[in-house]
């Protein structure tokens, strides 16, 4: 009886997205541009890595030759010709670059709406909203109320938050409201507790998540975020292929931050890691426990909150070296009717200015051993994959989308 494993490799784009020009991307390309900056020595790091990008197992399943689709340029150091499974591309019709709109087409529900973002203002947030936060959250007011990065607004202001138990509240290109706070100063039950309450402010103007960003250390050289991240999430607007395969009676275990990516709807079974071996770990321990029909999402975020958005070339190159090299871990413990897929979400050239998304086109590589090779083309949205993997499963057809085996 058939499983399936998805491996989502978040913000892996291999470029191409033929509306990037919207978004200011075009010419993004982050697994191709990685590829490009490894050749040239520009991703080498004392005691990290050398050389150009070693991803072998990936290659072989059509990583190259994905990329080469995508943009028309073959990367190098990568190959044109897989050597088994199947490849492709995969097209978001969702708006956007977030993490909620990739994730979601993914299981075979595009995102019908505009989501709401917040202006590159400071302030940025709306008076009313940060007013009726303090005074709901009981808070003696905010820092940040801008658009920044995580860890640079963390040592900016994590000192006076600890001074002042006032949380940073910021935000990105992305539809997020994101609380960063220390875990022991102020506490991690208490974070929760004012980003569900921010998540309850903010859910009318349509702002896809309010993300606990906790924190600690004493001093901005020693501050550093935790595994306790948490997303506060809206639901999806229509049962994906997680609801789907968990209402036919079968098993759904979700990983990293995939129950919260999903607001828990659908989900059986949740196991939380930290960091591309722990979430790899996980990912093996839930094939040991996954009966027929299981499906098994783990999303591994490193390569995006880690390398994608602080723009670290060699940390994001280590990162996709690091994954490749235990995927025959997974291959192995495969059955001979299971199914593995590797995509992403969206881009995050770590090569390109400023540190937000980028709007990409992502790889689709697709490995069974009762599945020939052969290639998928340009996927017209992402809802392939996720009915690609019901009919595998022997689910019914969904509303959007169309299976590529």
């Known amino acids: ?25 075009v010419g993004s390309n982050t697994a191709g541009h990685i590829a490009e900056w490894a050749a040239a020595g520009k991703a080498d790091c004392a005691g990290l890595r050398s050389g150009p990008l070693h991803v072998p ?3 072989a399943m059509g990583l190259g030759a994905a990329i080469k689709l995508s943009t028309g340029i073959l990367p190098p150091g990568l190959s044109d010709t897989p050597k088994g499974g199947r490849f492709g591309v995969g097209r978001e019709v969702s708006k956007g670059k977030d993490t909620p709109s990739g994730h979601w087409e993914i299981a075979g529900v595009p995102v019908p ?8 203002t400071e302030p940025t947030f709306p008076r009313e909203l940060i007013e009726e936060f303090i005074r709901r959250a009981k808070l003696p007011g905010i820092l940040g109320d801008k658009h920044a990065s995580g860890t640079t607004v963390i040592a900016e202001l994590g000192e006076e938050h600890i001074r002042t ?11 997020v409201f994101q ?3 220390h875990e022991s100063h102020f506490g991690l039950e208490r974070l929760y507790e004012i980003c569900k309450i921010a998540f309850e402010l903010t859910a009318p103007l349509n702002i896809g998540r309010v993300i606990a960003r906790p924190f600690v250390g004493e001093t901005p050289e020693t501050f550093k975020r935790t595994g306790n991240r948490r997303d506060f999430a809206i639901s999806p607007p229509e049962p994906t292929l997680l609801d789907r395969n968990e209402a036919a009676g079968n098993q759904v275990y979700a990983i990293g ?19 591309i071996p722990q979430l790899f770990d996980k990912t093996l321990e839930a094939m040991e426990m996954a009966a027929d029909r299981a499906f098994i999402m783990t999303n591994f975020v490193d390569f995006d909150s880690e390398y994608g958005h602080r723009r670290d070339v060699p940390g994001y190159a280590a990162a996709l070296e690091l994954f490749d090299s235990r995927l025959p871990e997974i291959i192995a413990k495969m059955r001979h009717d299971d ?6 979400d969206h881009g995050n050239d770590p090569t390109w200015p400023g540190t937000d998304h980028t709007r990409e086109q992502v790889p689709i590589l697709v490995f069974s051993p009762a599945l020939p ?5 340009i996927r017209p949205t992402f809802a392939d994959i996720g009915e690609s993997i019901a009919a595998w499963l022997g689910l019914a057809p969904g509303a959007h989308g169309k299976s590529f085996l």
């Open 1 to 25: 009886m058939p499983r399936a494993i998805v491996c989502l490799l978040d913000s892996v784009g291999i470029g191409g997205a033929p509306d990037a020009a919207a978004y200011g991307d």
């Open 57 to 59: 197992n990936m290659d």
């Open 113 to 120: 709406f505009d989501w709401g973002y917040f202006p590159q």
């Open 165 to 175: 138990g006032k949380p940073i509240c910021y935000t990105s290109i992305d539809s």
């Open 179 to 181: 609380i960063a706070a």
């Open 257 to 275: 931050k995939i129950s919260d990516i999903y607001a828990g709807s659908g989900v059986t079974h949740k196991l939380k890691g930290t960091g």
């Open 339 to 344: 199914l593995l897929v590797l995509t992403a």
């Open 373 to 377: 090779k052969g290639e998928i083309g």
